[in-house]
Nanobody, 123 residues
Framework: QVQLVESGGGLVQAGGSLRLSCTAS????????MGWFRQAPGKEREFVAT????????FYADSVKGRFTIARDNAKNTVTLQMNSLKPEDTAVYYC????????????????WGQGTQVTVSS
């Protein structure tokens, strides 16, 4: 079992930055690939970024590439999402997720989810 708790959401103006954190508990955290997803009102949950177990491999959605950075610290059981140059269309609830095996962009393959943290970007 892996439990995930996100933090760091909030309200920011367009062009600003936020850093989301996800703290994991459970024995197998270091064996999990991690991902960030987001869901805006009235829309389906969409992939944002994923990182491999070692942290050596990352992949991003085209919409955030070059603006967002995912990283992990296995010693601290944390994964972060640094979000720069934020746009109003980045407004959503952001979810941290964990899965066994390799990275994936499909939310169906993630077994564990946090409760989500709201990010609102004003224009």
């Amino acid at each position: 079992q892996v439990q995930l708790v996100e933090s760091g959401g909030g309200l920011v103006q367009a062009g600003g930055s936020l850093r989301l954190s996800c703290t994991a508990s459970g024995r197998t955290y270091s064996n999990n690939a991690m991902g960030w997803f987001r869901q805006a009102p009235g829309k389906e949950r969409e992939f944002v970024a994923t990182i491999s177990r070692s942290g050596g491999s990352t992949f991003y959605a085209d919409s955030v590439k070059g603006r967002f950075t995912i990283a992990r610290d296995n010693a601290k059981n944390t994964v972060t999402l640094q979000m720069n140059s934020l746009k109003p269309e980045d407004t959503a609830v952001y979810y941290c997720a964990a899965k066994y095996g390799p990275t994936s962009i499909s939310y169906y393959s993630y077994a564990y989810w946090g409760q989500g943290t709201q990010v609102t970007v004003s224009s």
